[in-house]
């Protein structure tokens, strides 16, 4: 079973921010926290992932507590084109093993 | 770079029928996965590999078999393809806790 726990959907004002949680209070570690989202039926997109610290590229923000027991997925300025499934997914086990687990995600809507 | 190809695309199948779905990645990843995405569902483990020839199961490995003989290659193997395995595969390749890349997807229907 997946690790995290997530909002199934959330709705969000097109130029507002976008605030995705995710609860992972069995985390080890040495477990990273990864962010994908799919779009329609592509394939998942890469957004970005952390250890303990706070994270920041072009697209999002994450933002993980101290006691890393969960997580935040910021999106700065929300479109249209934003309407995803988001998941937050913990890699399982060891490094040497890999198994990642997708649970059931949260859906975004952007609306106008 | 190509990243994660997946072959075919589209496939239909008829029940019983047998076929391979391919993948290959080309950034010399360790990790490989295979996932299946039922309608309006999350995507499900069915197995995967942190190397040539070792892999193991993941979440639904029933009625699939995979091999890693190399380091660029992971088939996925449907030996009696049922009306259950109807879903979209993806394919995916990382190096450790590095960024997952994934395929484009395959859509197998079984009639």
């Known amino acids: 079973d997946a690790k995290t726990t997530q909002p199934p959907s959330m709705d969000c004002a097109e130029g507002r921010a976008a605030n995705l949680p995710c609860n992972h209070s069995?985390?080890?570690?040495?477990?990273?926290v990864y962010w994908y989202r799919q779009i329609h039926s592509q394939g998942p997109q890469y957004i970005i992932h952390g250890l303990k610290n706070n994270e920041t590229n072009e697209m999002a923000s994450l933002i993980i507590t101290e006691d890393r027991k969960s997580s935040t997925l910021i999106l700065p300025h929300a479109t249209l084109r934003d309407t995803a499934v988001y998941y937050c997914i913990v890699r399982v086990g060891s490094s040497n093993t890999g198994k990642l687990i997708f649970g059931q995600g949260t859906t975004l809507q952007v609306k106008p | 770079n190509a990243g994660v190809t997946q072959t075919p695309k589209f496939r239909i199948l008829k029940i019983g029928q047998s076929m391979t779905l391919q993948c290959t990645q080309d950034?010399?990843?360790?990790?490989m996965y295979w996932y299946r995405q039922d309608p309006g569902m999350g995507l499900k483990l069915i197995y995967y590999?942190?190397?040539?020839?070792?892999?193991d199961k993941g979440e639904v490995p029933n009625g699939y078999n995979v091999s890693r003989s190399t380091t660029e290659d992971f088939p996925l193997r449907l030996e009696l393809a049922a009306p259950s395995q109807t879903s979209v595969y993806f394919c995916a390749s990382s190096q450790e806790q590095n960024t997952i890349y994934f395929g484009e997807g395959s859509w197998l229907t079984v009639v």
């Open positions: 069995t985390i080890s570690g040495n477990e990273y």
């Open positions: 590999s942190v190397g040539a020839g070792i892999t």
């Open positions: 950034m010399n990843h360790n990790y």
